[in-house]
């Protein structure tokens, strides 16, 4: 037993050193270095097509937005970090409100996001788009009941809806864009209504909300696009089943568009490769990246010019809100305690 | 006295992200304050105390009750079932409300099956709702109560059987000396156990947010994602702590005067021999709780991966499992190294500032990993700009991030994390070594360290092994922690698991899921074959 | 007087090993028995069979005439009205002294339980340490409180294992007649398993001897010393030393003493107890042994004498007698020839 002991401790005390200097900060020193809230799956493959065209490693951590975003700035000048992706404009904001990021631009960049979807700035670029859907039970629905958003917080769909938490960017952000555009008090009052109208407490993801209409717990739930698409695209036949079940409605459509957010990136502040990074981002903007970016999570591509999916072309083209995606980030906090007031749990 | 240094040095090493902690407390106070006690707090720190409550009651009612069985009872399969019973902890509890959520939500299809059969609608029929308070509830508790059982069976062993019979021959039945003997004699290692459970219940976030339970973790993810209050999340962290502090306090209070040091016991344990209804009882009780904790939702686990086998697994698959093995090996030895530093410094000098500075070593058990981990960074970070900074000024070089973003920082934060875990085991292990033996060793000649390494190891065997595989399994199941932490391009089966099962793709996350569970299920082996040669397994 | 305990032809196995064959055992009301013998010999077996903690494979045991246990029915320890002190004493560390006591009190109304405790307090001398917890009291203590505890519901038997092995020599003897006046005032009886004899005289109405899980004697502290009915018992009780001797057939012992003549017909060779009492120091005397060595005891020399035969006696001499080894001894022979035996037997003489 001791003699084990000391064996355990020196193989520890060597493996500790092992790892320290092995595996410190990163590989490839002239690589780019990409702090990534999208998840790998949704993003390496593109990322290898790019050293393989370039001959530019690139190295990956992904997480969570606020967290990386968070060891952004502690780690400050000396932060190995050049790219930052996000899957929502509100981290993108906040990074630039807190001087992390740099603009950059370049005409390949100018030409490939819209402006309502990027930095005024250019401290960032939307890389793609999801929208903020409804989905219903066709056999207890009509869809002419159907029009906007603020329309669920009417007394006929007490019970009827579905939503996930509060706590999730997606409700966030919608909500932060009824304020940018209806102002709070308005908002407040959607809310109140809309809350009252669960047919049970949040829970769940976006595609146990479909699931649940599916099964007749409610009737209509609100969902990004992109999770019926995987749905109705996946191996597992239940969710196939539940998904062909329930029908897609593009909500705002006589107003001011669907609400939409984007996934995009931006250069930071301490990047040591700005060059490259920028090199990626234009990469990412080409037509064929666009393309796979966008459909392999069922997304749309932020290019107007580039089609979306096959799946997604037979829901048909929708108008999509305008309002500048930076006001969901700027207006993010305030979203989230409207609907702590509200109840929204 | 260079042990002490040693001591404190280290300790307070550990202690120092909870220090940055606490610190926020220091303030300011943001008005992000004013809002959350106006709307949500009340409800966030109500629902985490109810949540302690039902996860405290359950793991004792599971973890006693199956270390009573298999510790002191003779009954068909007690063999098996005194290891198998260890399996739910290689479970991540988000993964087995995941797998439970996938069987009994109204979707499932056991709910499915029921409206299929009796042709019953929405609001026909109640059926318990696996999304709620009871739910959190019930998938921590059964994947938390081999804590409780761990180490109450270990005590349970080590009890003189005098004391049972001693209470028989006073007219005490087999059932009455259960709970005025047997129990309160087991109460340390109970309470140890319980203290495990409740401190990974309030750093859990995985379960209660994927079941819309608003507990205060809830809260403080919520200030800092949804808010981007960084600093009142700290805070809120803070109190947690605060209240983690008092309660254990409370516990320690309340047993200060007993003591509870091993009656030298001559001979093993006498396992009273079931027969008839209650040996089947005793093996259905055991098979129903192995069942509801690991075979259920292993078996559940299986069959997803068994459909997606080919979407997920390649050959990165091995680097994740690579990976993960290193950092949960890595992360457990230096917590036990650390925790025998410590626990042995306590006991050898009991002084105010070592049993302070330990204490305050392992409160980073309850706090969520994301919080762990802003507090490892935020330290690290400063220093290396620190030193950056001033090697830049005074000889113009730049060293750049020494520490952060490294594996050692991801290490040092798991270290941080569960040192309590193994501290714990490490304690009770000490305490049952009674303090005449470290005397007679000393008087022998022995150094602090001789007496460690010469008579406490090989008593503490068992102990140190559950030490090292509590921790190595909770790293592998932890995730936060290396997500905000990890260097670049490290990935895990727990970061792998997250990324589909975020992104709702439950059954894709299932491979790398039952690959954690199967890892963990290594050093589970490896601790129950050490347990079945322990001289008190008669 | 009643039979309070009674055993019979009780063995217990464990599988192929026995440890107690055959035993029967009766001890009166109010007496106070022993359970002695060597290590390994099966008393302590045979008290856990009495208390409820081991089946027996045979016989029958009895507490006041009711059967507690058959190889087919044991009644639970709880339900059996046996008191036991056990050899750690087994306090209970997570209650103090008066909880202790009063554990098996759950009978009793609280009011009646609490001046049940005092009085058990009192009776052991311990009222100032009721609050006390085990881990601060000294072994002697201890063992009153163990003592207390059994006590406490008023069992029809008290049972002691090796209640005083845990004890320094010194508070040994002391105790042990403490105990003994303490059971004979509350008149209880008891029985006890010790593997020292001088325990077991000083508490004992009455001592069984095992040995290899047989009964070897039942008897009194004096029958057992001084007529024990086998070598085995000679030798495990008292001093002494077992030769090889003659007897002729006026009963008188020859060899090896005298030397002389050799053994008749109807002489018998036999081993022989000699107690060092049995040889004494005589000035007159002409028959002298050889001295092998000699050993102090304050008022007696212990010397141990060197027959022709090379054999050894014991021999008690005063203390002022000293003789260094090698010399010769003047000694007058007072030996008990009931205390020889043929083929393992006493030969009793008319």
Redesign the interface.
């Known amino acids: 037993m001791v003699r084990l002991h000391t064996r355990i401790r020196r193989a520890t005390l060597l493996l500790t050193l092992l790892a320290l200097s092995g595996l410190t900060a990163c590989g490839a020193p002239d690589a780019v270095n990409v702090y990534s809230a999208r998840q790998e799956a949704l993003i390496q493959p593109l990322l290898e097509k790019f050293t393989a065209e370039t001959g530019i490693p690139v190295n990956l951590v992904t997480g969570n937005g606020d967290a990386l975003l968070a060891r952004l700035e502690n780690e400050g000048d000396n932060s190995p970090a050049d790219l930052f992706l996000t899957s929502d404009a509100g981290n993108l904001y906040r990074a630039q409100a807190e001087n992390l990021l740099q603009p950059v631009t370049s005409p390949a960049l100018q030409a490939g996001a819209p402006a309502h979807l990027r930095s005024d700035e250019n401290y960032w670029y939307g890389l793609s788009v999801r929208a903020r859907v409804l989905v219903y039970a066709a056999e207890r629905v009509d869809a002419a009941d159907l029009s906007d958003y603020t329309s669920l917080a009417d007394p006929v769909w007490r019970g009827r809806i579905c939503v996930r938490s509060s706590g999730n960017i997606y409700n966030q952000s919608l909500v932060a864009g009824m304020l940018a555009t209806d102002g709070p008090a308005a908002t407040a009052t959607w809310l109140d209504g809309f809350v009252a109208n669960f047919a049970r407490t949040p829970q769940g993801g976006d595609r146990d909300q479909i699931k649940a209409v599916a099964a007749g717990q409610c009737d209509v739930a609100l969902v990004n696009s992109y999770y019926l698409g995987g749905m109705l695209q996946s191996d597992n036949l239940e969710e196939r089943e539940a998904a062909e079940q329930v029908t897609l409605f593009w909500p705002n459509q006589a107003g001011r568009g669907t609400h939409i957010n984007i996934s995009g990136a931006g250069v930071t502040r301490a990047a040591s490769k700005p060059e490259a990074a920028r090199q990626l981002m234009e990469f990412m903007l080409r037509e064929e990246s666009q393309r796979w970016y966008a459909q392999v999570n069922n997304e749309f591509p932020v290019r107007e010019d580039v089609e979306p999916s096959a799946l997604l072309q037979s829901w048909g083209s929708f108008k999509a809100d305008a309002l500048n995606v930076s006001e969901l980030g700027r207006l993010n906090a305030e979203a989230v305690k409207a609907m702590d007031r509200a109840g929204w749990k | 006295m260079l042990w002490r240094i040693a001591m404190v040095l280290s300790a307070g090493l550990v202690a120092m992200p909870v220090a940055v902690i606490a610190a926020s407390l220091l303030g300011p106070y943001s008005t992000a304050w004013t809002h959350l006690l106006d709307t949500v707090l009340l409800d966030y720190i109500v629902n985490s105390l109810l949540l302690m409550l039902g996860v405290g009651a359950g793991t004792l009612l599971l973890g006693a009750s199956s270390a009573w069985l298999t510790a002191l009872c003779e009954f068909p399969g007690r063999r098996v079932f005194s290891w198998a019973l260890l399996l739910p902890l290689a479970m991540p509890a988000y993964i087995i409300a995941y797998t439970y959520t996938g069987l009994l939500d109204f979707a499932g299809p056991v709910q499915s099956a029921l409206r299929e059969a009796f042709g019953w609608q929405y609001g026909d029929y109640w059926f318990p709702p696996i999304r709620s308070l009871g739910g959190a509830i019930c998938m921590l508790s059964l994947v938390l109560y081999p804590y409780v059982y761990l180490l109450a069976r270990i005590a349970l062993l080590e009890q003189?059987p005098?004391?049972v019979?001693?209470?028989?021959?006073?007219?005490?039945?087999?059932w009455?000396t259960l709970f005025?003997?047997t129990l309160?004699?087991a109460?340390p290692a109970l309470a140890a156990g319980v203290s495990l459970a409740l401190m990974e219940t309030l750093a859990d976030y995985g379960t209660v947010a994927y079941f819309g339970v608003s507990a205060f973790t809830t809260g403080i993810f919520r200030t800092w994602y949804g808010l981007g209050e960084l600093h009142t999340a700290a805070q809120l962290a803070a109190f947690l702590l605060i209240f983690v502090l008092v309660l254990f306090a409370l516990e320690r209070h309340s047993r200060a005067?007993?003591?509870?040091?091993k009656?030298?016991?001559a001979r093993p344990p006498?396992r009273m021999q079931l027969r008839g209804w209650r040996a089947a009882a005793a093996s259905t009780t055991a098979l129903l709780i192995l069942t509801a904790g690991f075979l259920l939702p292993a078996a559940q686990l299986g069959v997803w991966a068994a459909q997606h086998y080919s979407s997920v697994f390649s050959t990165a698959f091995l680097a994740l499992l690579g990976n993960s093995f290193l950092l949960a090996a890595l992360a457990s030895l230096g917590c036990l190294l650390l925790a025998l530093l410590l626990g042995y410094g306590k006991r050898a000098y009991p002084g105010r500032l070592e049993t302070g500075v330990t204490r305050l070593a392992s409160m980073g058990y309850a706090v969520p990993g994301t919080v762990i981990a802003v507090g490892v960074m935020i330290p690290f970070a400063w220093m290396d700009n620190t030193l950056d900074g001033w090697l830049q000024r005074t000889l113009g070089v730049s060293s750049g991030l020494l520490i952060s973003g490294t594996l050692g920082a991801l290490v040092f934060a798991y270290v941080v994390r569960f040192l309590a875990v193994s501290l714990q085991s490490v304690e009770a292990g000490l305490t049952r070594i009674r303090p005449a033996i470290d005397e007679s060793a000393r008087s022998l000649g022995q150094t602090p360290l001789g007496v460690l390494r010469r008579i406490h190891l090989p008593m503490l065997r068992t102990s140190l092994l559950s030490a090292l595989l509590l921790v190595f399994v909770d790293v592998l199941k932890e995730l936060p922690t290396t997500l905000i932490l990890r260097p670049f391009n490290f990935n895990t089966l727990a970061v792998r698991a997250h990324e589909l099962a975020s992104d709702e793709r439950l059954a894709e996350a299932a491979l790398p899921a039952l690959a954690i569970v199967l890892i963990g299920l290594l050093p589970v082996i490896l601790l129950t074959r050490s347990m079945s040669t322990e001289p008190t397994e008669a | 007087m009643s039979q309070q305990l009674e055993l019979q032809q009780v063995s217990v196995r464990y599988g192929a090993t026995t440890a107690v064959e055959n035993a029967s055992v009766t001890l009166e009301s109010g007496d106070i028995g022993c359970l002695l013998g060597p290590s390994g010999c099966g008393k302590t077996t045979l008290l856990?069979a009495i208390?409820?903690?081991e089946p027996l494979t045979a016989g029958s045991i009895a507490l006041c005439g009711e059967t507690l246990s058959t190889p087919q029915r044991r009644t639970?320890?709880?339900?059996?009205k046996?008191?036991?002190v056990?050899?750690?004493f087994?306090l209970?560390?997570?209650l103090n002294v008066r909880g202790n006591i009063a554990?098996?009190l759950?009978?009793l109304s609280s009011r009646a339980r609490r001046d049940r405790v005092e009085s058990l307090l009192q009776l052991v001398a311990l009222s100032e340490h009721g609050d006390a917890?085990p881990?601060e009291l000294s072994g002697g203590q201890q063992q009153r409180v163990a003592l207390a505890?059994?006590l406490?519901?008023e069992p029809e038997i008290l049972?002691l294992d090796e209640p005083f092995s845990n004890l320094d020599a010194e508070l040994r003897t002391a105790l042990a007649a403490d105990v003994r006046e303490l059971l004979k005032r509350s008149a209880i009886t008891a029985l006890l398993v010790t593997h020292d004899q001088h325990e077991a005289f000083a508490m004992a109405d009455q001592i069984t001897l095992l040995n290899q899980g047989r009964i070897v004697q039942t008897a009194s502290p004096y029958d057992l010393y001084h007529h024990p009915l086998n070598p085995f018992v000679a030798a495990f009780i008292g001093e002494g030393a077992i030769i090889t001797a003659t007897i002729n057939r006026a009963g008188e012992v020859t060899e090896p003493f005298t030397g002389a003549g050799k053994p008749g017909e109807t002489d018998a060779r036999c081993q022989l107890l000699v107690r060092p009492g049995d040889i004494t120091y005589d000035a007159g005397s002409t028959t002298r042994l050889r001295v092998a060595r000699r050993s102090f005891r304050g008022a007696h020399y212990l010397y141990e004498l060197l027959l022709p035969d090379g054999q050894r006696v014991p021999c008690l001499a005063p203390g002022h007698i000293e003789v260094p080894a090698g010399a010769t001894l003047p000694v007058s022979l007072q030996l008990q020839t009931h205390l020889a035996f043929r083929g393992g037997q006493a030969s009793r003489e008319a």
């Open positions: 003189s005098a004391l019979e001693a209470s028989r021959s006073l007219g005490r039945s087999a009455q005025r003997v309160p004699l109460r005067r007993l003591r509870f040091h009656m030298h016991s006498s | 856990r208390a409820g903690f639970p320890p709880e339900q059996r046996v008191g036991m056990f050899q750690d087994a209970f560390p997570h554990f098996g759950s009978a917890w881990h505890r059994a406490a519901p049972l």
